[in-house]
């Protein structure tokens, strides 16, 4: 994208912090105006895994200058729950089952799953991260009814063909997937180029 445009971003409180912060991170980079909701299991999440005892967007953005609007969970009529709010897609990272099932429901009782649900009729992208692991029977007909629904299933399955030595590397994988779903520009090592030395055992 040449230019800047709107992504709404939802964390929610599935483990997987970290590709949340890097990808908000690729988003900033980009110029990139991002909408935040954080859920409740989500700020603890960010408190648990990367010791914030608040949201902060400048450390989420890895800068002081960002272009990051915090919404309210709660507030299910803020700009955000509404289909005349213009936007270039929703990415919900990482996504919880519970959220899985809140939108796959078509419920609306928070913010991030009425903006889902906006996202959805009014055809836009929606990409789902989910970060589960095993699936459930209920998990995964979630996943056939969103996708059915027209959202993009994205679950945080990192790669291991670019020989990562950092968990960053890991989460970099993830965050440079959902960039590319969205077409927005990044630096992250995420191609594969089969001229790539292999790592050595």
């Keep these: 994208m040449t230019e800047p445009c709107n ?6 409180g599935a483990s997987g912090a970290l590709y949340a912060q890097r990808f908000l991170h690729g988003l900033c980079a980009a110029g990139v105006r991002t909408h ?4 409740p299991r989500g700020r603890r999440l960010l408190h648990d895994e990367l010791g914030m005892e608040t949201v902060d967007p400048a450390a989420l953005a890895g800068s002081a200058q960002h272009n ?8 299910v ?14 990415v ?16 609306g009782s928070n913010l991030i799953s009425r903006a889902a649900a ?12 989910h970060r589960e692991m095993p699936l459930s029977p209920i998990d995964l ?7 059915d629904a027209g959202a993009i299933i994205a679950p945080a399955n990192p790669g291991f063909y670019l020989n990562p030595t950092t968990v960053t590397d890991l989460a970099d994988f993830v965050a440079g997937k959902l960039l ?17 030395p292999t790592a050595t055992p």
């Design 141 to 147: 007909r979630n996943y056939q009814i969103l996708t």
């Design 36 to 39: 935040l909701v954080v859920s």
């Design 118 to 129: 906006v996202t959805l009729k009014e055809r836009r992208k929606l990409i789902v991260c």
């Design 68 to 75: 990051i609007t915090l919404y309210n969970y709660n507030d």
């Design 92 to 107: 919900i990272v990482p996504c919880s089952s519970n959220t899985l099932a809140e939108i796959a429901c078509g419920l």
């Design 180 to 196: 590319d779903l969205l077409g927005v520009g990044h630096t992250l090592d995420t191609r594969w180029d089969p001229k790539r």
């Design 7 to 12: 992504i709404v971003v939802a964390l929610t």
């Design 77 to 90: 009529g803020a700009l955000l729950a509404s289909g005349s709010f213009l936007h270039h897609g929703m």
